[in-house]
Each structure stands twice: as structure tokens, then as C-alpha cells.
């Protein structure tokens, strides 16, 4: 690289620097949001929404359980019992993660709403 191209990459580099600075400054004194717990609103909208994919995907598991537990009843012979069971060991596996990611996502969804119970309350003698 050369010298001139150096020096250019770097007045580049401040200019899109300081510009960056400046613009946010001047769009969030410009902006005032009409309702002040939108943000939170949207939060708890979305982890509802992924509660309920994970809630669907854990009731998935829990019955890919309930018929590895009847394929082993029913194996007759030692191959396909020893299968049926290494199937419902993994449907075991996967339900326990899937049990997790659901305890997690109803925390979230409860954090949530705490947040926005809390900001409506603080919006409310302000009204």
C-alpha cells in the first residue's frame, strides 16, 4: 500500500467516525417516543411467541416418549428391543433439553412481563 492511499483510508475512517456521532445525537433529541413502554410491549410479545414454539416442540418430544416406550413393550425380539431402547433413550435426551429451553423461555416471558408491569406503573401517575 502506499502512502496516499493510507492517509485516504484513514480521513475516511474519521469522517464516517465523527458523522457517526453526530447524526444519532441530533435523530434522538428529534424523536420522542408516544408511548414509552412500546419497547417492552414488543419484548413480551416475542418471548410469548417463542413460548409457544417451545411449548409446541416440547410437546412433540414428550410424545415421541410416550411411543418409544410403547416400540419397546412391544419389540420381541433382543435387536429391536435394544434399538427401541436407544430410541427412547434419545427421545429421553431431547425431551430433557427441550424441557429446559421451556423452564428458560417461561422465565423470560415472566421477566418480561415484570418489566412492563413495572414501566406501565411508572407511566401512570405521569398520565
Given at each position: 500500500?502506499?502512502?496516499?492511499t493510507?492517509i485516504?483510508?484513514?480521513v475516511?475512517?474519521?469522517t464516517?467516525?465523527?458523522?457517526?456521532?453526530?447524526?444519532?445525537?441530533?435523530?434522538?433529541a428529534?424523536?420522542?417516543p408516544?408511548d414509552?413502554?412500546?419497547t417492552?410491549?414488543?419484548?413480551?410479545?416475542k418471548?410469548?411467541?417463542?413460548l409457544a414454539?417451545?411449548t409446541?416442540v416440547?410437546?412433540?418430544?414428550?410424545?415421541?416418549?410416550v411411543k418409544?416406550r410403547?416400540?419397546v413393550a412391544?419389540?420381541?425380539?433382543?435387536?429391536?428391543r435394544?434399538?427401541a431402547?436407544a430410541a427412547?433413550a434419545k427421545?429421553?435426551?431431547?425431551?430433557?433439553t427441550?424441557?429446559?429451553?421451556?423452564k428458560?423461555?417461561?422465565q423470560?416471558?415472566?421477566?418480561?412481563t415484570?418489566?412492563?408491569e413495572?414501566?406501565?406503573?411508572?407511566?401512570q401517575?405521569?398520565?
Amino acid at each position: 500500500m502506499t502512502k496516499s492511499t493510507r492517509i485516504a483510508a484513514a480521513v475516511a475512517g474519521l469522517t464516517l467516525s465523527f458523522g457517526a456521532l453526530t447524526v444519532p445525537a441530533a435523530t434522538a433529541a428529534d424523536e420522542a417516543p408516544a408511548d414509552k413502554c412500546a419497547t417492552q410491549a414488543a419484548q413480551l410479545e416475542k418471548a410469548e411467541g417463542a413460548l409457544a414454539r417451545v411449548t409446541a416442540v416440547h410437546e412433540r418430544k414428550q410424545d415421541k416418549v410416550v411411543k418409544a416406550r410403547k416400540a419397546v413393550a412391544r419389540a420381541d425380539k433382543a435387536n429391536e428391543r435394544s434399538k427401541a431402547k436407544a430410541a427412547l433413550a434419545k427421545a429421553k435426551e431431547q425431551r430433557a433439553t427441550s424441557r429446559k429451553a421451556k423452564k428458560a423461555q417461561v422465565q423470560r416471558v415472566a421477566k418480561a412481563t415484570e418489566r412492563l408491569e413495572k414501566c406501565e406503573a411508572t407511566q401512570q401517575p405521569a398520565a
